[in-house]
């Protein structure tokens, strides 16, 4: 990149791209900005990193990817990026009698190497039962590990399939949770707790079900985190890098970003107006950015987005999951859209597409035993269909209206800003 004669960074005004970002030519690749001392991270910094695996019979690429690369993950947060990390791993099935092995294993935090890759490498993918699994018992027992007061706390929620208590049909627990609990007030719990969530959709399986990618656009979204589906495991450990360091940077700015709003807010009162939180964020990134706010951030083709939002009662009101399942329903009739068929309704439809009975059998449509049912694979996206990343680096630019946005929101879960 180009320096100018004294070695510093050219101050030429940035061009805005719509999404509040520069344009191409004004990132800095995070390698060039360690070289240039313009990476900004907290050498001191705390990160407390939990995975949240599924380890149904579809995920053993994810597995495997997870197991080949621990060691470098922690290496190059902890000793490239400065901060001491420690690792916690929570593995999720199903509820009996869907799969018989377990529901969790939790592993708690440790600063050990070795015994991170001995939690690891414990991992299997097996069973499963049905389509969708326990994921609300593995976001609960990932809320109640010891996090350190003062850390980055950043849970990885990696999953090809929903909880239960969501999707249309296809579920062996309609109503939800056998144990009674909801995974949107556990997620609550965890922004309030400062938990940021980061989701990984593992396509195309994720695909399969109505509305298992708006589940976890919702996950990340509550919490402040951010949604990414893939379709290779190959980039995994690319977003558990890219998402910690950015966490990381967001963190040392986070004071300053909620001490804008706030000003933005009584400026705008001592003009005699009141203003909403989101424009006065809006108002606040725009100062932020004039002012030359930097900092490291995420960049991938592969971003989740909700295709109904609205549902999900996010702006205001605090809505159960069934809640939402029902509202999700009260629009898919105001649609007349059908809903889909055989394979896609979880791994529990015949054919024709006429519920069955009985539970699928274990593994059917998952993984390599698709094959054993080619003529039900689901030819169509679900709503909220993504392009799967195909890259994912992680870039300096001035500070985003989206990075922004999601630190207002951790504020507010924390009570921080109303």
């Not at 009985?358 to 003529?375: Q, T, Y």
Request: net charge negative.
């Amino acid at each position: 990149m180009d320096v100018d004669a004294d070695g510093e960074l050219p101050t030429a005004p940035p061009v805005a791209s719509s999404d509040g970002r520069s344009s191409e030519k004004e990132w800095i690749l995070v390698d060039d900005a360690e070289k240039t001392g313009t990476s900004g991270l907290d050498p001191d910094a705390e990160l407390d990193l939990c995975f949240i695996c599924d380890c149904t019979g579809s995920m053993g690429q994810y597995i495997k990817a997870a197991q080949d690369n621990i060691q470098s993950i922690v290496a190059k947060i902890s000793q490239k990026h400065g901060a001491k990390v420690q690792f916690g791993l929570i593995c999720y099935r199903d509820h009996p009698p869907q799969d018989k092995t377990y529901v969790t294993k939790c592993h708690p935090f440790t600063t050990d190497l070795a015994q991170m890759s001995q939690y690891v490498d414990s991992m299997k993918a097996s069973g499963g039962g049905d389509g969708p699994e326990a994921v609300t018992a593995g976001l609960y027992d990932a809320l109640h590990l010891p996090w350190r007061p003062n850390s980055t706390k950043i849970c990885v929620l990696i999953a090809d399939a929903p909880p239960h208590g969501l999707e249309p049909a296809g579920d062996g627990f309609p109503n939800g949770d056998p144990d009674g609990r909801d995974p949107l007030d556990i997620l609550r719990s965890m922004a309030a707790h400062g938990i940021t969530a980061y989701s990984v959709g593992c396509e195309p399986a994720l695909g399969s079900y109505a509305h298992a990618r708006d589940f976890l656009c919702t996950v990340a979204e509550i919490t402040g985190g951010q949604a990414v589906a893939l379709s290779s495991a190959a980039l995994l450990a690319d977003v558990i890098i890219n998402g910690s360091v950015e966490e990381l940077a967001l963190a040392k700015l986070q004071r300053k970003v909620e001490e804008e709003v706030l000003k933005v807010q009584v400026q705008a009162r001592s003009a005699g107006r009141e203003i909403s939180t989101e424009e006065a964020s809006t108002r606040a990134c725009e100062n932020l950015r004039a002012g030359g706010m930097r900092s490291v951030q995420m960049e991938t083709d592969g971003h989740m987005k909700h295709a109904n939002r609205a549902c999900w009662g996010l702006d205001a009101e605090k809505r159960s999951l069934a809640h939402v399942k029902e509202a999700l329903g009260r629009e898919a009739l105001g649609r007349e859209v059908s809903p889909h068929k055989g394979y896609a309704m979880g791994r529990k439809l015949g054919l024709s597409g006429t519920a069955t009975t009985a539970p699928a059998p274990r593994g059917w449509g998952r993984g390599p035993a698709m094959a054993m049912c080619p003529s039900a694979m689901p030819a169509f996206s679900a709503p909220a269909a993504a392009p799967a990343s195909t890259s994912n680096v992680l870039k300096e630019d001035l500070i985003s209206s989206a990075q922004v946005s999601r630190m207002v929101q951790k504020a507010k879960c924390q009570s921080r800003l109303a």
